[in-house]
Nanobody, 126 residues
Framework: QVQLVESGGGLAQPGGSLRLSCAAS????????MGWFRQAPGKEREFVAC????????DYAPSLQGRFTISRDNAKNTINLQMNNLKPEDTAMYYC???????????????????WGQGTQVTVSS
């Protein structure tokens, strides 16, 4: 069965960095786009970034572009999210998600994904 397991979360200071990873199994990883979302307490889940199957297309939430970088390694069935210059408002549970196809027209919305990981907590605080 499809499994997505996130790791790499934790406590970071403002201005610091964290690198999240998501290990995927149970499907042909290289055939699907993938995404990262996050959800802060009391808020709706929001799009962070997505990447097409062959990394030819990458999109970010406009407010995060420049600080966050998504990447994937199809040989290792993993996607990563490098987060730099972290801010307290980045505090959230971060989820990786499997897309429904190789390519996407848009990748900003939850219904465009069919499987989700359990999440990894990121807390940014001094």
């Amino acid at each position: 069965q499809v499994q997505l397991v996130e790791s790499g979360g934790g406590l970071a200071q403002p201005g610091g960095s964290l690198r999240l990873s998501c290990a995927a199994s149970g499907f042909t990883f290289s055939h699907y786009y993938m995404g990262w979302f996050r959800q802060a307490p009391g808020k709706e889940r929001e799009f962070v970034a997505c990447i097409s199957y062959g990394t030819t297309s990458i999109d970010y939430a406009p407010s995060l572009q420049g600080r966050f970088t998504i990447s994937r390694d199809n040989a290792k069935n993993t996607i990563n999210l490098q987060m730099n210059n972290l801010k307290p408002e980045d505090t959230a549970m971060y989820y990786c998600a499997k897309g429904r196809h190789k390519y996407y027209d848009t990748c900003y919305y939850s219904p465009e994904y069919d499987y989700w990981g359990q999440g990894t907590q990121v807390t940014v605080s001094s």
